[in-house]
């Protein structure tokens, strides 16, 4: 009856799955929490949830059956469409990333390549270094696979200006 505290401890027991390399059980644990999530009433808050087990799921599906198949899509897509709901949120970057990853791997590269440039456009706007370390070199692995050698080059050595030691 405490819908709540099981979706809660459902996400906590998914992330205990990632940590342990247990991803067909934390995806089991992280689509229950999702399925609980859905009997709460619409909220910010629930909202907020529902992107981070989208995330988790996605992430921990990648693990286990690769990036390009349609369930790691669906996680991220329902994920994006829930940050467009709610506006920018921290989360959205890494939204962006599994989507670009997601389009990329099954080579739809013009699906695939909003999403790398809205990550890097995101990073430019909020200046965090290792947000913008991480969108150049996404690109510029994005840019290797239609070719487009110099642009790649240039965003990779630009990932490579963020890049500090002692934080990374």
Same mark, same amino acid.
Request: net charge negative; glycine share 8%; proline share 2%.
């Given at each position: 009856?405490?819908?709540?505290?099981?979706?809660?401890?459902?996400?906590?027991?998914?992330?205990?799955?990632?940590?342990?390399?247990?991803?067909?059980?934390?995806?089991?644990?992280?689509?229950?929490?999702?399925?609980?999530?859905?009997?709460?009433?619409?909220?910010?808050?629930?909202?907020?949830?529902?992107?981070?087990?989208?995330?988790?799921?996605?992430?921990?599906?990648?693990?286990?059956?690769?990036?390009?198949?349609?369930?790691?899509?669906?996680?991220?897509?329902?994920?994006?469409?829930?940050?467009?709901?709610? %506006? +920018?949120?921290?989360?959205?970057?890494?939204? =962006?990333?599994?989507?670009?990853? /997601? #389009?990329? @791997? *099954?080579?739809?590269?013009?699906?695939?390549?909003?999403?790398?440039?809205?990550?890097?456009?995101?990073?430019?706007?909020?200046?965090?270094?290792?947000?913008?370390?991480?969108?150049?070199?996404?690109?510029?692995?994005?840019?290797?696979?239609? %070719? +487009?050698?110099?642009?790649?080059?240039?965003? =990779?050595?630009?990932?490579?200006? /963020? #890049?500090? @030691? *002692?934080?990374?």
């Amino acid at each position: 009856g405490t819908v709540e505290k099981a979706v809660a401890y459902l996400y906590k027991a998914g992330q205990q799955g990632v940590q342990r390399s247990a991803y067909s059980e934390a995806t089991n644990y992280f689509t229950q929490a999702i399925a609980l999530l859905q009997t709460l009433p619409d909220t910010r808050e629930r909202t907020q949830q529902e992107i981070a087990l989208q995330i988790a799921l996605g992430l921990s599906l990648s693990s286990t059956t690769g990036y390009g198949t349609s369930e790691v899509g669906q996680a991220f897509i329902r994920a994006h469409a829930l940050c467009q709901q709610i %506006g +920018e949120t921290p989360q959205l970057s890494v939204v =962006l990333r599994g989507l670009w990853n /997601f #389009y990329g @791997l *099954r080579a739809e590269y013009e699906t695939a390549r909003p999403f790398v440039n809205q990550r890097l456009n995101l990073a430019q706007r909020l200046q965090d270094s290792a947000l913008l370390m991480g969108a150049h070199q996404d690109l510029g692995f994005f840019l290797v696979w239609p %070719g +487009e050698w110099n642009s790649a080059r240039e965003h =990779l050595e630009q990932s490579l200006t /963020f #890049y500090d @030691l *002692r934080q990374h």
